[in-house]
Protein backbone atom coordinates (compact mmCIF):
# COMPACT_ATOMS: atom_id res chain seq x y z
CA UNK A 1 0.00 0.00 0.00
CA UNK A 2 1.20 3.41 -0.79
CA UNK A 3 0.00 5.86 1.53
CA UNK A 4 -1.25 9.17 0.22
CA UNK A 5 -0.88 11.57 2.66
CA UNK A 6 1.81 11.95 5.52
CA UNK A 7 1.46 10.32 8.46
CA UNK A 8 0.40 11.75 11.81
CA UNK A 9 -2.54 13.63 13.51
CA UNK A 10 -3.49 15.60 9.94
CA UNK A 11 -6.27 13.48 8.29
CA UNK A 12 -6.57 13.11 4.49
CA UNK A 13 -8.63 15.12 2.70
CA UNK A 14 -11.37 13.12 1.79
CA UNK A 15 -12.55 15.35 -1.13
CA UNK A 16 -9.11 16.37 -2.92
CA UNK A 17 -10.41 14.86 -6.58
CA UNK A 18 -7.29 16.56 -7.99
CA UNK A 19 -5.08 14.53 -5.96
CA UNK A 20 -6.67 11.17 -7.22
CA UNK A 21 -7.02 12.27 -10.69
CA UNK A 22 -3.45 12.89 -11.53
CA UNK A 23 -1.56 11.07 -13.94
CA UNK A 24 -0.57 7.00 -12.68
CA UNK A 25 0.95 3.63 -13.19
CA UNK A 26 -2.09 2.36 -14.22
CA UNK A 27 -4.47 2.97 -16.89
CA UNK A 28 -7.62 1.90 -16.31
CA UNK A 29 -10.00 1.62 -19.40
CA UNK A 30 -13.68 1.81 -17.45
CA UNK A 31 -14.67 2.25 -14.24
CA UNK A 32 -16.49 -0.89 -12.41
CA UNK A 33 -20.22 -0.73 -11.01
CA UNK A 34 -20.19 0.73 -7.99
CA UNK A 35 -21.85 -0.04 -4.09
CA UNK A 36 -22.18 2.16 -1.59
CA UNK A 37 -21.89 0.25 2.63
CA UNK A 38 -23.65 2.12 5.73
CA UNK A 39 -21.99 0.84 8.56
CA UNK A 40 -24.33 1.21 11.61
CA UNK A 41 -22.06 0.16 14.56
CA UNK A 42 -23.98 -1.09 17.45
CA UNK A 43 -25.32 -4.01 18.98
CA UNK A 44 -27.65 -5.07 22.25
CA UNK A 45 -24.04 -6.82 23.22
CA UNK A 46 -21.04 -8.06 21.85
CA UNK A 47 -20.33 -11.34 20.76
CA UNK A 48 -17.64 -13.43 21.88
CA UNK A 49 -16.13 -14.38 18.23
CA UNK A 50 -17.14 -10.86 16.47
CA UNK A 51 -14.21 -9.33 15.38
CA UNK A 52 -16.07 -6.77 13.72
CA UNK A 53 -15.95 -2.77 14.64
CA UNK A 54 -19.65 -3.02 16.56
CA UNK A 55 -20.05 -1.70 20.32
CA UNK A 56 -22.60 -2.49 22.90
CA UNK A 57 -25.89 -0.55 22.68
CA UNK A 58 -24.82 2.75 24.96
CA UNK A 59 -27.38 3.29 28.34
CA UNK A 60 -28.59 6.24 27.27
CA UNK A 61 -29.88 5.06 23.65
CA UNK A 62 -29.03 5.29 20.32
CA UNK A 63 -27.98 8.69 19.02
CA UNK A 64 -30.15 7.60 16.25
CA UNK A 65 -30.60 11.35 14.25
CA UNK A 66 -26.72 12.38 15.10
CA UNK A 67 -25.56 9.76 13.63
CA UNK A 68 -27.68 9.93 10.34
CA UNK A 69 -26.66 13.04 10.46
CA UNK A 70 -22.42 12.21 10.57
CA UNK A 71 -23.51 10.07 7.92
CA UNK A 72 -24.95 12.13 5.16
CA UNK A 73 -21.99 14.82 6.03
CA UNK A 74 -19.64 11.98 5.35
CA UNK A 75 -21.05 10.99 2.02
CA UNK A 76 -21.74 14.69 1.36
CA UNK A 77 -17.89 15.51 1.68
CA UNK A 78 -17.17 12.18 -0.68
CA UNK A 79 -19.51 12.83 -3.59
CA UNK A 80 -16.62 14.82 -5.32
CA UNK A 81 -15.13 11.34 -5.69
CA UNK A 82 -17.74 9.32 -7.32
CA UNK A 83 -19.70 12.03 -8.76
CA UNK A 84 -21.97 10.92 -11.51
CA UNK A 85 -21.67 7.71 -10.73
CA UNK A 86 -24.82 5.33 -10.31
CA UNK A 87 -25.25 3.12 -7.45
CA UNK A 88 -26.30 -0.06 -8.05
CA UNK A 89 -26.15 -1.56 -4.47
CA UNK A 90 -26.64 -0.11 -0.71
CA UNK A 91 -25.74 -2.78 2.26
CA UNK A 92 -26.62 -1.56 5.49
CA UNK A 93 -24.78 -3.30 7.82
CA UNK A 94 -22.94 -3.52 11.56
CA UNK A 95 -23.17 -4.01 14.19
CA UNK A 96 -27.04 -4.68 14.52
CA UNK A 97 -28.71 -2.32 11.58
CA UNK A 98 -32.30 -3.51 12.94
CA UNK A 99 -31.19 -1.62 16.33
CA UNK A 100 -32.35 1.58 14.58
CA UNK A 101 -36.05 2.58 14.16
CA UNK A 102 -37.91 2.09 10.65
CA UNK A 103 -38.37 5.62 10.28
CA UNK A 104 -34.68 6.13 11.03
CA UNK A 105 -33.75 4.06 7.99
CA UNK A 106 -36.70 5.89 6.25
CA UNK A 107 -35.05 9.07 6.72
CA UNK A 108 -31.22 7.97 5.93
CA UNK A 109 -32.83 6.22 2.66
CA UNK A 110 -34.15 9.29 1.61
CA UNK A 111 -30.71 11.30 2.18
CA UNK A 112 -28.77 9.03 0.70
CA UNK A 113 -31.57 9.19 -2.44
CA UNK A 114 -31.31 13.10 -3.08
CA UNK A 115 -27.71 12.96 -3.41
CA UNK A 116 -27.01 9.99 -5.36
CA UNK A 117 -28.26 8.49 -8.54
CA UNK A 118 -29.23 4.62 -7.63
CA UNK A 119 -29.98 1.85 -10.53
CA UNK A 120 -33.96 1.62 -10.65
CA UNK A 121 -34.02 -1.95 -9.80
CA UNK A 122 -30.94 -1.06 -6.75
CA UNK A 123 -30.55 -3.81 -4.50
CA UNK A 124 -31.07 -2.84 -0.70
CA UNK A 125 -30.04 -4.60 1.99
CA UNK A 126 -30.53 -4.25 5.73
CA UNK A 127 -28.63 -6.75 8.29
CA UNK A 128 -31.04 -7.49 11.04
CA UNK A 129 -30.92 -9.89 14.25
CA UNK A 130 -33.78 -12.22 15.67
CA UNK A 131 -32.91 -10.46 19.15
CA UNK A 132 -34.40 -7.19 17.51
CA UNK A 133 -37.48 -8.72 16.37
CA UNK A 134 -40.93 -7.55 17.14
CA UNK A 135 -44.43 -8.24 15.15
CA UNK A 136 -44.66 -6.04 11.70
CA UNK A 137 -40.62 -4.12 12.40
CA UNK A 138 -39.80 -6.06 9.12
CA UNK A 139 -42.36 -5.14 7.28
CA UNK A 140 -41.71 -1.37 8.40
CA UNK A 141 -37.91 -1.39 6.91
CA UNK A 142 -39.39 -2.96 3.82
CA UNK A 143 -41.62 -0.15 3.59
CA UNK A 144 -38.77 2.33 3.75
CA UNK A 145 -37.47 0.94 1.23
CA UNK A 146 -34.96 -2.34 1.65
CA UNK A 147 -35.36 -4.77 -0.24
CA UNK A 148 -33.61 -7.75 1.02
CA UNK A 149 -33.03 -8.60 4.40
CA UNK A 150 -29.78 -10.31 6.18
CA UNK A 151 -30.72 -12.47 9.42
CA UNK A 152 -28.19 -13.18 11.49
CA UNK A 153 -29.76 -16.86 12.88
CA UNK A 154 -26.32 -18.27 13.15
CA UNK A 155 -28.40 -21.55 14.73
CA UNK A 156 -32.02 -22.57 15.58
CA UNK A 157 -30.15 -24.80 18.46
CA UNK A 158 -31.10 -22.84 21.88
CA UNK A 159 -27.42 -24.40 23.68
CA UNK A 160 -25.40 -23.61 20.31
CA UNK A 161 -26.59 -19.86 20.57
CA UNK A 162 -25.91 -19.48 24.68
CA UNK A 163 -22.35 -21.20 23.58
CA UNK A 164 -22.33 -17.75 20.67
CA UNK A 165 -23.48 -15.19 23.59
CA UNK A 166 -26.06 -14.77 21.26
CA UNK A 167 -29.33 -12.45 22.52
CA UNK A 168 -31.55 -14.46 21.12
CA UNK A 169 -33.36 -17.98 21.55
CA UNK A 170 -34.65 -20.51 18.62
CA UNK A 171 -38.54 -18.98 19.18
CA UNK A 172 -37.55 -15.61 18.55
CA UNK A 173 -35.30 -16.74 15.22
CA UNK A 174 -38.05 -19.09 13.75
CA UNK A 175 -40.36 -15.68 14.41
CA UNK A 176 -38.08 -13.84 12.49
CA UNK A 177 -37.70 -15.77 9.68
CA UNK A 178 -41.11 -16.30 9.38
CA UNK A 179 -41.81 -12.43 9.21
CA UNK A 180 -39.20 -12.27 6.80
CA UNK A 181 -40.63 -14.80 4.49
CA UNK A 182 -43.67 -12.76 4.38
CA UNK A 183 -42.43 -9.49 4.20
CA UNK A 184 -39.55 -9.64 1.52
CA UNK A 185 -39.34 -11.63 -1.58
CA UNK A 186 -35.62 -11.61 -1.37
CA UNK A 187 -33.83 -12.65 2.09
CA UNK A 188 -30.49 -13.89 3.66
CA UNK A 189 -30.46 -16.55 6.40
CA UNK A 190 -26.54 -16.31 8.23
CA UNK A 191 -25.84 -19.98 9.86
CA UNK A 192 -22.53 -20.92 11.40
CA UNK A 193 -21.17 -24.53 11.52
CA UNK A 194 -18.37 -26.21 13.52
CA UNK A 195 -20.00 -25.03 16.95
CA UNK A 196 -18.89 -25.63 20.22
CA UNK A 197 -19.87 -28.68 20.96
CA UNK A 198 -21.77 -29.27 18.03
CA UNK A 199 -22.54 -32.70 15.71
CA UNK A 200 -22.80 -33.92 12.10
CA UNK A 201 -26.57 -34.29 13.30
CA UNK A 202 -27.13 -30.96 14.69
CA UNK A 203 -25.93 -29.11 11.65
CA UNK A 204 -28.31 -31.38 9.83
CA UNK A 205 -31.10 -29.97 12.31
CA UNK A 206 -30.24 -26.35 11.71
CA UNK A 207 -29.93 -26.74 8.21
CA UNK A 208 -33.62 -28.77 7.82
CA UNK A 209 -34.83 -25.74 9.95
CA UNK A 210 -33.70 -23.59 7.80
CA UNK A 211 -34.82 -24.89 4.68
CA UNK A 212 -38.12 -24.98 5.84
CA UNK A 213 -38.38 -21.55 5.63
CA UNK A 214 -37.00 -21.88 1.70
CA UNK A 215 -34.93 -19.22 1.81
CA UNK A 216 -33.36 -17.76 -1.67
CA UNK A 217 -29.97 -17.14 -0.16
CA UNK A 218 -28.38 -18.74 2.63
CA UNK A 219 -24.75 -17.62 3.86
CA UNK A 220 -22.86 -20.25 5.84
CA UNK A 221 -19.97 -19.61 8.01
CA UNK A 222 -17.75 -21.59 9.62
CA UNK A 223 -16.92 -20.56 13.59
CA UNK A 224 -13.19 -19.23 13.58
CA UNK A 225 -11.46 -17.97 16.07
CA UNK A 226 -10.60 -13.96 15.58
CA UNK A 227 -8.13 -12.25 17.14
CA UNK A 228 -8.60 -9.68 19.84
CA UNK A 229 -11.80 -11.27 20.70
CA UNK A 230 -13.08 -13.12 24.12
CA UNK A 231 -13.40 -16.02 21.97
CA UNK A 232 -9.60 -15.54 21.40
CA UNK A 233 -8.77 -15.22 25.12
CA UNK A 234 -10.88 -18.36 26.49
CA UNK A 235 -11.18 -20.41 23.33
CA UNK A 236 -14.08 -22.95 23.03
CA UNK A 237 -13.32 -26.31 22.23
CA UNK A 238 -14.56 -26.67 18.88
CA UNK A 239 -14.86 -29.56 15.80
CA UNK A 240 -11.65 -30.58 14.36
CA UNK A 241 -10.57 -29.59 11.08
CA UNK A 242 -11.79 -33.35 9.58
CA UNK A 243 -15.06 -33.17 10.78
CA UNK A 244 -15.86 -29.42 10.12
CA UNK A 245 -15.37 -30.12 6.48
CA UNK A 246 -17.79 -32.85 6.79
CA UNK A 247 -20.09 -30.62 8.12
CA UNK A 248 -19.55 -28.42 4.98
CA UNK A 249 -20.04 -30.86 2.70
CA UNK A 250 -23.52 -31.98 4.57
CA UNK A 251 -24.51 -28.79 4.27
CA UNK A 252 -23.88 -28.03 0.44
CA UNK A 253 -25.83 -31.73 0.03
CA UNK A 254 -28.38 -30.36 1.42
CA UNK A 255 -29.09 -26.68 -0.15
CA UNK A 256 -28.39 -28.61 -3.63
CA UNK A 257 -31.30 -30.73 -2.85
CA UNK A 258 -33.31 -27.81 -1.74
CA UNK A 259 -32.04 -25.81 -5.19
CA UNK A 260 -29.44 -23.42 -3.89
CA UNK A 261 -26.56 -23.41 -6.22
CA UNK A 262 -23.63 -22.39 -4.50
CA UNK A 263 -21.82 -19.77 -6.09
CA UNK A 264 -19.65 -17.91 -3.66
CA UNK A 265 -17.16 -20.13 -0.94
CA UNK A 266 -19.93 -19.24 1.65
CA UNK A 267 -22.73 -18.19 -0.16
CA UNK A 268 -25.59 -20.52 -2.15
CA UNK A 269 -28.19 -18.69 -3.76
CA UNK A 270 -31.20 -19.66 -5.63
CA UNK A 271 -31.86 -18.82 -9.62
CA UNK A 272 -32.08 -14.88 -9.29
CA UNK A 273 -31.26 -14.80 -5.69
CA UNK A 274 -27.51 -13.68 -5.29
CA UNK A 275 -26.60 -10.69 -3.85
CA UNK A 276 -25.17 -8.31 -6.12
CA UNK A 277 -23.36 -6.04 -3.49
CA UNK A 278 -21.07 -9.15 -2.26
CA UNK A 279 -20.89 -9.95 -6.08
CA UNK A 280 -19.37 -6.42 -6.90
CA UNK A 281 -16.97 -6.93 -3.60
CA UNK A 282 -15.79 -10.37 -5.00
CA UNK A 283 -15.55 -8.98 -9.05
CA UNK A 284 -12.96 -6.76 -7.86
CA UNK A 285 -15.80 -3.43 -7.95
CA UNK A 286 -16.00 -0.39 -6.52
CA UNK A 287 -17.58 0.61 -3.06
CA UNK A 288 -17.66 3.58 -1.07
CA UNK A 289 -18.16 3.04 2.82
CA UNK A 290 -19.73 5.74 5.10
CA UNK A 291 -20.24 5.24 8.89
CA UNK A 292 -17.89 4.38 11.73
CA UNK A 293 -15.03 2.12 10.58
CA UNK A 294 -16.24 1.66 6.54
CA UNK A 295 -14.23 0.27 4.52
CA UNK A 296 -14.05 2.02 0.78
CA UNK A 297 -12.49 0.82 -2.57
CA UNK A 298 -12.26 3.55 -5.24
CA UNK A 299 -11.10 3.34 -8.88
CA UNK A 300 -9.75 6.21 -10.78
CA UNK A 301 -7.99 6.32 -14.52
CA UNK A 302 -4.75 5.91 -12.87
CA UNK A 303 -5.07 4.29 -9.55
CA UNK A 304 -7.20 2.38 -7.01
CA UNK A 305 -7.47 3.33 -3.72
CA UNK A 306 -8.76 2.31 -0.49
CA UNK A 307 -9.93 4.06 2.70
CA UNK A 308 -10.83 3.82 6.38
CA UNK A 309 -13.42 5.58 8.25
CA UNK A 310 -12.56 6.62 12.29
CA UNK A 311 -13.62 3.49 14.38
CA UNK A 312 -15.26 4.93 17.52
CA UNK A 313 -18.54 5.61 17.09
CA UNK A 314 -18.50 8.79 18.92
CA UNK A 315 -15.38 10.55 17.25
CA UNK A 316 -16.65 9.45 14.01
CA UNK A 317 -19.74 11.65 14.79
CA UNK A 318 -17.96 14.45 15.76
CA UNK A 319 -15.22 14.54 12.55
CA UNK A 320 -17.94 13.68 9.97
CA UNK A 321 -20.30 16.39 10.96
CA UNK A 322 -16.78 18.56 10.61
CA UNK A 323 -16.18 17.66 7.52
CA UNK A 324 -13.82 14.75 7.16
CA UNK A 325 -14.45 11.41 9.17
CA UNK A 326 -11.40 9.84 7.05
CA UNK A 327 -8.88 8.36 8.96
CA UNK A 328 -6.96 6.48 6.14
CA UNK A 329 -6.07 6.73 2.57
CA UNK A 330 -4.01 4.46 0.82
CA UNK A 331 -3.39 3.98 -3.35
CA UNK A 332 -2.86 0.05 -4.02
CA UNK A 333 0.51 -0.59 -5.36
CA UNK A 334 0.73 -2.69 -8.60
CA UNK A 335 3.01 -5.45 -6.75
CA UNK A 336 -0.12 -5.56 -4.71
CA UNK A 337 -3.18 -5.36 -6.88
CA UNK A 338 -3.03 -9.49 -8.25
CA UNK A 339 -3.53 -10.17 -4.33
CA UNK A 340 -6.23 -7.75 -3.75
CA UNK A 341 -7.94 -9.15 -7.05
CA UNK A 342 -7.59 -12.85 -6.39
CA UNK A 343 -8.10 -12.38 -2.82
CA UNK A 344 -12.20 -11.59 -4.18
CA UNK A 345 -12.67 -13.62 -7.73
CA UNK A 346 -11.51 -16.77 -6.57
CA UNK A 347 -14.15 -16.86 -3.73
CA UNK A 348 -16.71 -17.38 -6.78
CA UNK A 349 -17.62 -20.61 -8.24
CA UNK A 350 -17.35 -19.46 -11.94
CA UNK A 351 -13.87 -17.71 -10.92
CA UNK A 352 -12.75 -14.92 -13.20
CA UNK A 353 -12.69 -13.93 -17.10
CA UNK A 354 -8.65 -12.50 -17.51
CA UNK A 355 -10.67 -9.91 -19.47
CA UNK A 356 -12.45 -8.67 -16.23
CA UNK A 357 -8.77 -9.29 -14.45
CA UNK A 358 -7.27 -6.62 -16.82
CA UNK A 359 -10.39 -4.11 -16.71
CA UNK A 360 -10.47 -4.16 -12.82
CA UNK A 361 -6.47 -3.97 -12.41
CA UNK A 362 -5.45 -2.12 -15.37
CA UNK A 363 -2.79 -4.69 -15.35
CA UNK A 364 -1.94 -7.14 -18.14
CA UNK A 365 -2.71 -10.50 -17.78
CA UNK A 366 0.84 -11.48 -17.98
CA UNK A 367 1.47 -9.92 -14.32
CA UNK A 368 -0.42 -12.84 -13.09
CA UNK A 369 0.77 -15.58 -15.78
CA UNK A 370 3.38 -17.31 -13.33
CA UNK A 371 1.02 -17.97 -10.46
CA UNK A 372 -1.49 -18.90 -12.67
CA UNK A 373 0.40 -21.64 -13.73
CA UNK A 374 1.55 -22.53 -10.43
CA UNK A 375 -1.66 -23.11 -9.36
CA UNK A 376 -2.74 -25.20 -12.27
CA UNK A 377 0.07 -27.28 -11.59
CA UNK A 378 -0.82 -27.60 -8.10
CA UNK A 379 -4.52 -28.49 -8.96
CA UNK A 380 -6.27 -25.87 -7.76
CA UNK A 381 -7.52 -24.24 -10.63
CA UNK A 382 -8.24 -24.55 -14.55
CA UNK A 383 -8.66 -22.23 -16.72
CA UNK A 384 -9.26 -21.36 -21.22
CA UNK A 385 -8.51 -18.89 -23.05
CA UNK A 386 -11.61 -16.70 -21.39
CA UNK A 387 -12.37 -17.99 -17.60
CA UNK A 388 -10.04 -19.36 -14.52
CA UNK A 389 -11.87 -21.34 -12.27
CA UNK A 390 -11.07 -22.81 -8.94
CA UNK A 391 -10.75 -26.55 -8.97
CA UNK A 392 -13.00 -28.18 -5.96
CA UNK A 393 -9.59 -29.03 -4.58
CA UNK A 394 -8.66 -24.76 -4.68
CA UNK A 395 -12.22 -24.33 -3.61
CA UNK A 396 -11.58 -26.71 -0.50
CA UNK A 397 -8.05 -25.11 0.05
CA UNK A 398 -9.03 -21.54 -1.01
CA UNK A 399 -6.13 -19.76 1.18
CA UNK A 400 -3.40 -22.03 -0.14
CA UNK A 401 -4.66 -20.92 -3.81
CA UNK A 402 -5.07 -16.92 -2.65
CA UNK A 403 -1.58 -17.33 -1.35
CA UNK A 404 0.41 -18.27 -4.49
CA UNK A 405 -0.87 -14.56 -5.65
CA UNK A 406 0.60 -13.27 -2.88
CA UNK A 407 3.92 -13.10 -3.77
CA UNK A 408 3.14 -12.85 -7.54
CA UNK A 409 5.65 -9.62 -8.82
CA UNK A 410 4.38 -7.07 -11.17
Given at each position: ?234 PPAIPEDDTAYGM ?45 GAHSKLSFAHRVV ?105
Open positions: MIPITPTGNEAPALHDVQHYMRPGTLQLAALPPLSLYVHLPWCLKKCPYCDFNSHEKPGEGLPEQRYVDALVADLEAALPLIWGRTIHSIFIGGGTPSLFAPATIDRLLSDIRARLKLEPNCEITLEANPGTFEKDRFRAFAQAGVTRLSIGVQSFNDTHLRALGRVHDRAQALAAVEEAAQAFDTFNLDIMYALPGQTLEQVGQDMAQALQFAPPHISIYHLTIEPNTYFAKYLDHITELTGVAGLERYEVSAYAKAGHRCFHNLNYWQFGDYLGIGARQVRLRDPRLYMERALAGNALAQAEEVGRADLPFEYMLNALRLRNGFGLRDFTERTGLAITAIEAALKEAERKGLIERDFARVRPTVRGFDFLSDLQAIFLSNGT
